[in-house]
């Protein structure tokens, strides 16, 4: 898959063969594109490594999504789509998905939507080496939802600020950001974000030269992981290493 969307309609969004009198309402065509693009599956294949699956479930949803013309629910979609492929490996693919969605966000009016794509954009500029761009259009993406109060996304977006700073060799203004992002990770019980902003900071406490600051956090990033039953391997391998 290229990052297009498919011009071709899935049969759900059609009139059964069978019946000419079965034609979906677009009530029910609007839930089957709900139940198409519902998160739980695509995230259990990405857990699983089954990265093709993921992506073909959603692709689905693109297809209903379109054949309705909701613009909104595509973009969310390919917003999706870029996460797989992230977990894939391709962040320059991951990169047009946003992209796309953030095209068709603003065609449809969606502020917030606008500023998730431009977030997930300027984390995908930031895998692919350009920090300066990625720093743009995180601080665009944060003014945005700043604006709609929306604390979930902002947190995200710190998070992304921090990646850009550190990458750049600014390490006091990655740990601020990486604050700002675990401030509201606690202030909405999001614990597996959490742990991955821990880890971040981490590594930018490291890079600083404050490596008993870097086992510190580490080590509540571990905690929380150990709580959640994720795997531990690569974040203890991080301990072993930076250990005297």
Not at 16 to 22: D, F, L, V
Not at 124 to 139: P, R
Not at 174 to 186: I, K, M, N
Request: hydrophobic letters at 35%; charged letters at 25%.
């Amino acid at each position: 898959m290229d990052g297009r969307i498919q011009a071709t309609r899935s049969r759900a969004c059609v009139a059964s063969r069978t019946s000419p009198y079965r034609r979906p309402t677009r009530r029910r065509q609007a839930s089957r594109c709900r139940r198409a693009d519902t998160r739980r599956r695509p995230i259990a294949h990405l857990r699983r490594g089954l990265h093709g699956e993921a992506r073909d479930h959603l692709w689905h949803a693109v297809r209903l999504y379109r054949g309705l013309a909701d613009q909104v629910g595509q973009a969310r979609t390919l917003l999706n789509l870029g996460t797989v492929a992230e977990h894939g490996g391709r962040p320059r693919l991951a990169l047009r998905y946003a992209e796309l969605a953030l095209r068709l966000f603003r065609a449809a009016g969606h502020r917030a939507g606008q500023a998730n794509a431009l977030n997930n954009a300027g984390w995908y500029h930031s895998q692919l080496g350009d920090h300066e761009l990625a720093l743009h259009h995180c601080q665009r993406a944060l003014l945005l939802q700043q604006e709609a109060g929306d604390r979930y996304w902002q947190a995200h977006t710190w998070d992304s600020l921090g990646c850009a700073h550190h990458h750049l060799g600014q390490y006091p203004e990655a740990t601020e950001c990486y604050r700002q992002a675990l401030s509201l990770w606690r202030e909405t019980g999001e614990r597996y974000f959490e742990s991955a902003t821990l880890t971040h900071l981490g590594d930018t406490h490291l890079a600083a030269g404050e490596r008993s600051a870097a086992l510190g956090v580490w080590r509540e990033a571990l905690d929380i992981i150990v709580e959640l039953g994720q795997d531990t391997d690569h974040l203890m391998e991080k301990i072993r290493t930076a250990t005297p």
